[in-house]
């Protein structure tokens, strides 16, 4: 198997811990480009994404013993630098069959696909020697305009029309009532956590491209200051994300790279997985804000794995930081046990290497600087720096112009 994001299917995670499953994990845009590689009949490529992880030196666990020890490890990648950058060798993805799901298909195998369930589905159908397409409504040859058609016939070698097209939501997330007592809201959010809401907004400008990961990140688009256009992107194909759906008004075939259930915005539009981690690649997008399990003080983030105990998988993380372009974590300081989560160095595999640019927590807003470390530039208003020291692995310096944290 090889995988992207385990996510919360625990059985999944129980068979790969067990050593049932033996599973490759790797980068959800790496992922996409092996497939849309291999259907181009393109054998490898470079490509920046988990330059100094274990993914490219090697020592990722594919399959475990089921005793807990490792039986096999991921092989190191190949390393090259161009034009003063790192990329590692990754090679495409060919397969005896694709299977994939259209909304609409026509007997010459053209398909379209509905809102952001198109995500995958044209990279495996091209990576595929037999590509078997199941569509909700098959129509006669000439129904579909030829601009509309998003998969040409040429990659499809069977068409099947669906018996059942119910589909299940898996995180049906809606917005707010307007009085406010059901919903969730980062009001009803604890005060911490709420701070560090207030404070990651502060990142946004004006025309700004940005993805947000799941939790607080994507709360702070609650605070996006009236009259300023920010676009947010989703990993799974969308541009241009607008808020959570009334009750009601939910589609299944609209969601965001946390499978939660979103809503269009004048200006939005849907694309490939692959034509999504281009533009982050390719440095269009100018800001991600992400969670973490540990930062580092040059800038290392962690937030993917647990060795032997928890399995999500990297999904489009390894890809965004390793883009190049603004990253900025928000995460509490510590652990629930007490420990730093902002260290001297991360204990964890990591996500990417001198990759942060800002840290905010409840406590503090550090810049990062992958030669230089940590620089404190905010404190929250109810603590002391020397306080912020104790609760801080990391060395760090004191800006001379330190702040009250932003709100």
Known sequence: MISSYVGEN?????????????VEL?????????????????????????????????GVPVKYNPDGTVAIYSKPREAREFNGRNYILEESIRGDYSLVKAWKGDKEGNLVFRSTARNFNPDCAKAGKICIAEVEELVETGELKPDEIHLPGIYVHRIIKSQINQKRIEKLTLSKPADGKEGGS???????????????????????????????PTLSS????AGMNVILQ????????????????????????????VTYIPGSSIFSSSDSFAMIRGQHVQLTILGALEVSQYGDLANWIIPGKMVKGMGG?????????????????????????VLKNCSLPLTGKNV????????????????????????????????????????????????????
């Open 26 to 58: 790797t980068p959800q845009g790496t992922l996409a480009e092996k497939l849309r590689a291999g259907g181009a009949g393109i054998p490898a490529f470079y490509t920046p994404t988990a330059y100094g992880t274990n993914i490219h030196t090697g």
């Open 317 to 341: 993380a390894m890809d965004l930081v390793s883009s190049g372009n603004r990253v900025v974590v928000t995460m509490e300081h510590t652990s629930k046990a007490g420990t730093s989560k």
């Open 234 to 261: 989703s990993e799974n194909g969308l541009l241009g994300m607008g808020p959570y759906p009334e009750p009601g008004k939910q589609d299944a075939d609209l969601i965001n790279a946390g499978k939660e259930t």
């Open 186 to 216: 980062v009001k009803d959010a604890n005060k911490l956590r709420d701070r560090i809401v207030r404070r990651a907004a502060k990142e946004f400008r004006d025309g700004m491209y940005v993805n947000l990961g799941i939790g607080v």
């Open 356 to 407: 942060v640019s800002r840290i905010i927590t409840e406590l503090a807003v550090f810049d990062v600087s992958p030669t230089t470390g940590l620089t404190l530039i905010e404190k929250a208003s109810d603590v002391t720096v020397d306080e912020i020291r104790s609760k801080t692995d990391a060395d760090f310096t004191v800006s001379p112009n330190l702040i009250d944290m932003l709100q």
């Open 10 to 22: 625990k059985n999944f995670e129980k068979q790969y811990l067990t050593g049932e499953l033996e």
């Open 222 to 225: 609650n605070y996006i200051p």
